[in-house]
C-alpha cells in the first residue's frame, strides 16, 4: 500500500499523522505534505466538521500501514542469487523488457 510515497521509509511520518488525525478529529499541520490525498480531502472541508468515517478511514490506513511496516521488518533475506549463465533470464525477448540493458 502506498500513502506518500514508494520507499517505506518516508510512509513511516504519514502513518503517525494519519493515527493522529484519527484520534484527535483534528488534522495534523504536516499531513498535506506526508499523505497528500487525504490532506486534500480534508482541505475541502476547512471550517467545516469532518465527516467520522474519513477518521475511520485514516484508522484502517495507519493500522494497515503498520502492520506491513512490522511485517516487513521482521522478514529475513535470503542470500543473493547468481544469475550468471542463466540464459534466459537474461532475454529480453522471453520477458517483454530490458530495464538494465545488455550484461556486462
Known amino acids: ?3 506518500a510515497a514508494e520507499d517505506i521509509i ?3 511520518p504519514a502513518v503517525s499523522l494519519l493515527r493522529e488525525l484519527a484520534e484527535k478529529k483534528i488534522p495534523p499541520p504536516h499531513l498535506q505534505l506526508w499523505c497528500p490525498a487525504m ?3 480534508l482541505l475541502s472541508y476547512t471550517g467545516e466538521q469532518c465527516p467520522e468515517p474519513l477518521f475511520k478511514v485514516a484508522q484502517w490506513l495507519s493500522d494497515c500501514a503498520q502492520q506491513v511496516y512490522n511485517s516487513l521488518s521482521l522478514h529475513t ?3 543473493p542469487t547468481n544469475i550468471a549463465g542463466q ?3 537474461m532475454n529480453w525477448r522471453v520477458y517483454g523488457s530490458w530495464y538494465s540493458g545488455p550484461p556486462n
Open 1 to 3: 500500500m502506498k500513502i
Open 39 to 41: 490532506g486534500n480531502i
Open 10 to 12: 518516508f510512509q513511516l
Open 77 to 79: 533475506s535470503s542470500p
Open 87 to 89: 540464459g534466459s533470464y
